[in-house]
């Protein structure tokens, strides 16, 4: 049997596997790996034999188990659903009360609950935690977002606080250099304890939700450049770059300024004219968005992000549609630099509702599962690693250390100066892409929100009456006290009441 000396254990050797367990082990880690295909792991572990750690392969269960120092701590980096329930339904029967299981994929939250309690039952301890940054990330430094037993959490918190992503601690910008066998040394580690059970995952999940949003705003800003501006890719990629020097400094805006600019390698032309314009997805976008339907939260700038991706699969139906239906043919007469500044300040508004948006879901959420959610420091381990780390986060910690009650983010004095300073471009930008008959759903919608979270009156009014109408709902009344409700004696349609 495997003397037990190896600190962790990692289970599934696929890319993501692979990269997060040579990251620990070039913090000095000792790791064991396992991997159900034997020559995946031998393979790995023979292309890697001089990191710092040391990489420990097992070709069986329990060997894995016995290479590792008590309590053991093992990841798991499988495919959500079933094949991690399996996982963990082989480790119970080898291991002992007090091991700690570390679910490290893209779980829903609830399976992590569910998965949490089970194992207390039978004396484990589990962790729920967020992975985010992709392969790069997992190699590199991810961001990192754990949930579940926290006596489980500060016996391995010293390795999560080694591989995450690290900040500068005056700015927040990402530290980088990192390589093979020399990771970055100092900095503030983007790693933090969430909260009990599910929350972890859930935090994660908000994340790729606002992930959407993010993309699928700089997709309608491309679109803009495009098919109003008539900008060539190219342009459309030096723009970004531009804009990649100011506020909206981001990972997702710099990786757009570069494949716009990169050209197909078959074609010679611009790349991006020979990819398919359908986008898949794994599922977590629409968690978020189902989930905020679920909790009566308003979120709708990430669901027309889902839904984008929904109407873009539906391609030959689009394709035949086109020939059909007419749009307007309108042309820009404005000054374009002027246009390209108004883009970018729609975008940045519109960014900051999706983000008002998701800290309202997780705000909300906190109530529902008991949870207590440290926003700032939510915020605070997103500004490196992930695939939405950028200069703005920086701000929402800040709004969060000015006001840790902050009910949504579009209260706070900095986002209420810069949308106060933006909105006139961002509501040009979205009257001309419906004149111009470009879609933008998550322009229209983050500004709908906006518009209507500042209106004192809404006209629900007129809805809540219908409803009154049609099915006897009651409604309550703007000369009473709230809670006490009312209902009309309606007369037959057609024949309104009138007061004498």
């Not at 100092?186 to 992930?211: L, Q, R």
């Not at 390698?265 to 629409?286: C, R, S």
């Amino acid at each position: 049997m495997p003397t037990a000396n190896s600190d962790i254990g990692l289970i599934g050797l696929a890319v993501m596997g692979q990269n997060l367990a040579l990251n620990i082990a070039d913090h000095g880690f000792r790791i064991s790996v396992y991997n159900r295909t034997t020559q995946t792991m031998d393979k790995f572990v023979a292309d890697n034999p001089n990191t710092p750690g040391g990489l420990v392969g097992c070709k069986t269960l329990p060997d894995f188990i016995a290479s590792l120092k008590k309590p053991r701590k093992i990841i798991i980096l499988v495919k959500a659903g079933g094949p991690t329930d399996a996982v963990i339904a082989s480790l119970i029967p080898l291991l002992e009360p007090g091991d700690i299981i570390i679910d490290g994929g893209n779980a829903m939250w609830l399976d992590t609950i569910r998965r949490e309690k089970d194992l207390a039952a039978k004396g484990l301890r589990f962790i729920g935690s967020g992975v985010s940054g992709g392969e790069e990330g997992a190699r590199f430094g991810p961001s990192l977002m754990p949930g579940g037993d926290l006596d489980a959490y500060n016996e391995i918190e010293a390795i999560w606080n080694a591989v995450a992503a690290k900040v500068d601690a005056q700015t927040g910008k990402p530290l980088s250099g990192a390589a093979p066998g020399k990771p970055v040394e100092g900095g503030v580690p983007c790693a933090t304890y969430i909260g009990p059970n599910g929350a972890g995952h859930y935090v994660k999940m908000v994340h790729n939700g606002i992930e959407y949003g993010d993309m699928q705003m700089i997709c309608e800003a491309y679109a803009l450049l495009r098919n109003v501006l008539g900008f060539p890719p190219e342009q459309c990629g030096d723009t970004f770059a531009e804009w990649n020097r100011g506020e909206l400094d981001s990972f997702l805006i710099e990786i757009t300024a570069d494949i716009l600019r990169q050209k197909d390698p078959i074609t010679g032309g611009p790349f991006v004219e020979i990819v398919l314009d359908t986008a898949g997805q794994k599922g977590t976008g629409k968690w978020t968005s189902v989930n905020a339907l679920d909790m009566g939260v308003p979120a709708p700038t990430v669901a027309e992000a889902v839904f984008a991706r929904y109407v873009s699969a539906i391609k030959e139906e689009r394709v035949a549609a086109s020939a059909v239906l007419q749009g307007p043919a309108a042309s820009f007469e404005g000054d374009p630099a002027e246009f390209v500044t108004a883009i970018r300040d729609a975008l940045y508004c519109s960014k900051i509702c999706s983000y008002a948006q998701g800290f309202q879901l997780m705000r909300t959420a906190q109530v529902e599962y008991k949870w207590k959610l440290h926003f700032g420091e939510i915020a605070k381990i997103w500004r490196g690693g992930c695939i939405i780390r950028a200069r703005f986060l920086q701000k929402i910690t800040e709004a969060y250390q000015r006001n840790e009650e902050l009910a949504n983010l579009l209260l706070d004095p900095f986002f209420k100066s810069e949308i106060d300073r933006s909105q006139s471009n961002w509501r040009k930008v979205v009257a001309t892409a419906a004149l111009h008959g470009v879609a933008a759903p998550t322009f229209y919608s983050a500004l709908a929100y906006y518009d209507s979270y500042r209106a004192s009156r809404l006209p629900a009014n007129l809805l809540q009456a219908q409803r009154d109408f049609f099915g006897a709902h009651t409604y309550e009344r703007t000369d009473q006290p709230r809670g006490k409700f009312y209902h009309l004696d309606w007369p037959e349609p057609g024949r309104p009441q009138i007061a004498s």
